[in-house]
């Protein structure tokens, strides 16, 4: 037993000197890797190509908040009505002075000269342009793993040392030749996105990089272990899923009448200097590549037929298509293809020249009253649309609000006159400042006559019988 016992001992002694060299070799590799760790630290941080990537991944690894998902605000609070009432046509009262319009001949759009590019990472045909992108070897690496928020913070790790700047400067060059509003940047950059990448997380990344580089505030976030994008609008979207920031809101564009999300994990602040909300508005057209169709327009008026061709560009319908529901004030002012509207503003010359204003006003009025079936959007498109000018000519149907932006586009367009579009609770008509009988609205200190686009057979200073006591909800300030 004393042998064993001091074998035992003994054994016990050499196992203590082993782990105690076993704890310094541990200590010694432990302190090795560490310091192989800073230096990897040290180096990935001399490898950001902006000192604002490595601010912001130490915000990202931050402790993350839940938030709440806000009600999606929507255009109206009323259904509004499926059939439309009509009155009996009368002649209007002939005043005013007498019409002669004049329309500025539109330069016909060159057709684009094709080149041959060297073949690219990633091509694709963006509204009839093909556009083609090199995508750096770190972007085609980068992986959102594992599905949390490290895995965002290890995605932007990989991408923020990447050789991204060509990527960015080649964005913002098709920005500006093809003349990209806001919206076109969107959907330029979610397009290009998906094509790196199979994976829809990977690509909302991407997507994500992108817009903060070009200086949009947008948000990542996670939702059921999925990535979700949020953009910052000061303006209201409708219908779409949104989130809010403090005071700011952040939509969930790609959720645009769409189902809801839920509770969403994402960070406070914004990446340093990105602070640009998104704007839906379009002060110009995209400059997209000509692809003309023409339509026939239609309707009788003082026994007279009116016809009139106009050629449209189906590239610019098609991208019109893709907008979510932005403010009025979007859609009132966006401008119409200058070819369409001198075809049109060429027809209504030809039969309201010579006339009084008031019968050339009446005589547009009708135009858009009877030249489109009306239908409500959810039956038209399943969920509220509102269209631009352009896309109520392209449509053979509408409603209330996509008559009273085509009528009020012509009508500032051809004659100047100083228009508000006028909105109830389930219904959109117009007024004009114009010094004529009959009902009228006043906004401000200024009186403006009712024209409703969509009560067949009315004239101006005519208002639906159900809006007459009524007072209007909002009025939408129409740029001349």
Known sequence: MQQNKGGVQKLFKQFGLFSIAFVLSSSLLNAGSFENFKRSQTQNFKEYKDEKDAKFNSLLNEQWKAYKIQNAAKLYEKPKPKKIPKTSLSNIKKV?????????KAIKKQKPIIVVIPKKDVEFSFFGSNLGFNIPDGIKDANFYPSSQKGISNYFDKIA?????????????????????????????????????????????????????????????????????LHYSDKKIYSTPNYKFGKDRYYVISNYAKGTIGRMYSYKQNY???????????????????????????????????????????????????YPQADYETFFNAPMDNITYEQLAQAIKEHVNGKK?????????????????????????????????????????????????????IVKKIFGIEVVGIKYSDHMTTALNIPLKGDYVQSGRKRFVLADPTYINSNIGESMPKYKPKKPESFIKVEI
């Open 357 to 409: 204003m008031s019968e050339a006003l009446n005589f547009i009025l009708h135009f858009v009253q009877k030249s489109f079936k009306y239908q409500v959007d959810d039956e038209q498109f399943g969920h509220e649309k509102v269209m631009f000018a352009q896309e109520t000519l392209y449509y053979d149907k509408s409603d209330c609000e996509d008559r009273a932006i085509l009528f009020s586009y």
């Open 272 to 322: 340093p200097g990105s602070d640009k909300p998104m704007d839906l508005s379009m002060e110009s057209l995209p400059k997209f590549v000509e692809y003309t169709k023409t339509k026939e327009l239609a309707f009788s008026h003082d026994g007279e037929e009116f016809k009139v061709t106009i050629e449209y560009n189906q590239n610019l319908l098609d991208f019109m298509a893709t």
């Open 161 to 229: 040392t990447s050789e991204y700047e060509s990527l960015i400067n080649d964005i913002q060059k098709i920005k500006k030749d093809m003349n990209l509003n806001d919206w076109g940047i969107y959907l330029l950059v979610n397009e290009m996105s998906k094509r790196v990448y199979q994976d829809e997380d990977n690509s909302k990344l991407l997507a994500w990089f992108i817009f903060n580089k070009l200086g949009y505030a947008v948000k990542a976030g996670i939702a059921n272990k999925h990535v979700v994008l």
């Open 96 to 104: 005013g002075p007498l019409v002669n319009i004049t329309v500025p």
